[in-house]
């Protein structure tokens, strides 16, 4: 497969006027997988790129895409062992 990353700009969900609202629309084929993430898994590398391309590669991953709880998995890859220093959130969904 592919990764195709989906940023959005703007306030934190929740943090923002009711008017400030950025809509993105996609397509979902099936047999895809969706991973929402927070800036707290791609910065605790302290290298942006560098955590991006983490999660790229957890995604790639055969054990990562195969386990059970699919987003500690993820976690667990891009730490690699360290202990998080910021909050982090993984939101896996599939499409069958």
Known sequence: GRVEELAC???????R????CETKTITVAPGST????TDGLLEETRDLDE?????IAAMGDEN?????????A?????L???TAS???????????
């Open 9 to 15: 700009q703007g306030t934190l969900l929740g943090l």
């Open 17 to 20: 006027p009711d008017d400030e």
């Open 34 to 37: 969706i991973v929402f993430i």
């Open 51 to 55: 955590g991006l391309r983490r999660v």
């Open 64 to 72: 990562v895409r195969s386990a059970k709880n699919a987003a500690h």
């Open 74 to 78: 993820i976690v667990e890859f891009v």
């Open 80 to 82: 690699a062992g360290q």
């Open 86 to 96: 910021d909050d982090i959130a993984v939101l896996v969904a599939e499409f069958g």
